[in-house]
T-cell receptor, first 110, second 116 residues
């Protein structure tokens, strides 16, 4: 079964609005990573947050991690049309393979 | 440009034929992963190598699938006697093992397989 599960499955917002995606996982992890995938392309790494971190920022991205709830959130502020993509969380459980969720499909409308 | 390259990018084959995909990871990365992704789904783990050793294989990797990384550099994924259900994008990724800070994995652009 999938370790990570993103929520919602799909999200449509207007340009300039913020987008929040959530990820839940089942077992203890070393770190959690978020990736973006444009249609038909490979995945691009966005941000890594370690299990001992609670929040991390990178440009317009803000990631939180709550290990007690086994959940993470990705916030994209001031969204742009170019942010339209699928977003995946992946969990790393101490050197084992990375497990991806089914993703959130984000549509940013101009 | 992530530095992981995959070839071919697209392959159309007839059912029953064999296909082989190649992946060249980022040069200093000792870990190499293969994933499969179908439309609307997340990547599903197939197998990974640390150097030339294949350390883990998913149950998705039936006996028709074989992966190699003979010299710990590039890797090949071969699918024998292809079936229509094998149609998917096959993604390769690589990482450097950094246990203290975690491994960031970098993906290639994928190889699309269509079995007709």
């Amino acid at each position: 079964s999938q370790q990570g599960e993103e929520d919602p499955q799909a999200l449509s917002i207007q340009e300039g609005e913020n987008a929040t995606m959530n990820c839940s996982y089942k077992t203890s992890i070393n770190n959690l990573q978020w990736y973006r995938q444009n249609s038909g392309r490979g995945l691009v790494h966005l941000i890594l947050i370690r299990s001992n971190e609670r929040e991390k920022h990178s440009g317009r991205l803000r990631v939180t991690l709550d290990t007690s709830k086994k959940s993470s959130s990705l916030l994209i502020t001031a969204s742009r049309a170019a942010d339209t993509a699928s977003y995946f969380c992946a969990t790393d459980a101490w050197g084992q393979n990375f497990v991806f969720g089914p993703g959130t499909r984000l549509s940013v409308l101009p | 440009d992530t530095g992981v390259s995959q070839d071919p990018r697209h392959k159309i084959t007839k059912r029953g034929q064999n296909v082989t995909f190649r992946c060249d990871p980022i040069s200093e990365h000792n870990r190499l992963y293969w994933y499969r992704q179908t439309l609307g789904q997340g990547p599903e783990f197939l197998t990974y190598f640390q150097n030339e050793a294949q350390l883990e294989k998913s149950r998705l990797l039936s006996d028709r699938f074989s992966a190699e990384r003979p010299k710990g550099s590039f890797s090949t994924l071969e699918i024998q006697r292809t079936e229509q259900g094998d149609s998917a994008m096959y993604l390769c990724a690589s990482s450097r093992e950094r246990r203290s800070s975690g491994n960031t994995i970098y993906f290639g652009e994928g190889s699309w397989l269509t079995v007709v």
